[in-house]
């Protein structure tokens, strides 16, 4: 199996290179013309990455991009417990629900990154937030590859989760005729969401 380099934008402040034959990934990061090379374990606490090869993070001053692999951060139910308020723990591990117009992002616009409560994953921009009116925040579209869909048992809905850590964020629902640009209403709890705002 041969390295495989990923290429990233020159407006990008850090970039990653996955290493041949490492089982975690090595982070080159450019910052005040200083280079430093560490591996994931070093950063996994800042960043949740989880050692994961296959997740990569960039960040830009206009936002964050992120691509995410399913189960890069795998906690016990008792790791989550400690980590996770009782009402995060409810809706993003036990699949719960906010009341309608209770959460914190429902009526909140501001710019910056939306990301997941339990690990930090990047999930959407700000630019991509709408006001659908109804009573929890809507996107038109996640980060590429930070959320993954999966048919409710019931065949009804659609969940969306966190690709990272499998955390539940709400569901997905198309053609409501919003008019946004891919016909799409992801439904997110707040709970499930932290906010960092633009730089």
Request: charged share 20%.
């Amino acid at each position: 199996m041969g390295s495989q380099i990923l290429k990233i934008s020159p407006f990008s402040v850090s970039r990653t290179l996955i290493h041949k034959s490492s089982p975690t990934p090595l982070f080159i990061s450019n910052k005040l013309s200083k280079t430093h090379l560490t591996s994931s374990s070093a950063k996994q606490g800042a960043s949740g990455f989880g050692g994961f090869p296959g997740r990569v993070k960039r960040s830009f001053r206009s936002g964050i991009v992120a691509m995410a692999g399913p189960g890069s951060v795998q906690k016990s139910e008792d790791e989550w417990r400690a980590v996770l308020s009782p009402e995060q723990f409810r809706i993003l591990r036990q699949k719960g629900t906010e009341y309608p117009g209770t959460g914190e992002y429902d009526k909140f616009f501001n710019d910056g990154i939306y990301t997941c409560a339990g690990c930090g994953t990047a999930l959407y921009k700000s630019t991509t937030k709408f006001n659908s009116g109804c009573g929890w925040p809507a996107f038109f579209e996640g980060l590429p590859g930070a959320i993954n869909r999966h048919p409710d048992p019931d065949g009804r809905r659609i969940e969306i989760t966190c690709a990272a850590c499998g955390g539940h964020l709400g569901h997905v629902f198309k053609g409501e005729g919003f008019g946004t640009p891919t016909d799409e209403r992801h439904c997110v709890n707040s709970v499930s969401l932290k906010f960092t705002p633009e730089k």
